[in-house]
């Protein structure tokens, strides 16, 4: 089974969260900074009056409360409108 979004959805996996230790203290995983990097796992066709851009593969930057968070088969991805990615990395 797999996800396929529909219209200008896509589906981005998150960046994993950089671990950060101050002085060797160790920050737990709930104060870890949301990434805002990941990577697109599928798209939708587009609309009549949006093309779909995006593609399998590319890497973005997202806004930080960007998306709906959904879990599949144990990992955690984000589905967004493309209007929500703000830039492709090349």
Not at 20 to 41: F, H, Q, R
Not at 45 to 61: I, P, Q, S, Y
Not at 78 to 84: E, F, G, K, P, V
Request: hydrophobic fraction near 40%; charged fraction near 30%.
């Amino acid at each position: 089974m797999k996800i396929q979004p529909l219209a200008d959805r896509v589906l981005v996996e998150p960046a994993p969260a950089e671990e950060k230790t101050v002085g060797g203290i160790i920050i737990p995983d709930t104060a870890k900074e949301k990434p805002l990097k990941g990577t697109v796992i599928a798209t939708g066709n587009g609309t009549k009056d949006e093309t779909m851009v995006l593609k399998a593969g590319d890497t973005v930057l997202y806004g930080k409360y960007s998306g709906q968070e959904i879990e599949f088969e144990g990992k955690k991805y984000l589905m967004m409108r493309q209007s929500d990615v703000m830039a492709v990395l090349a």
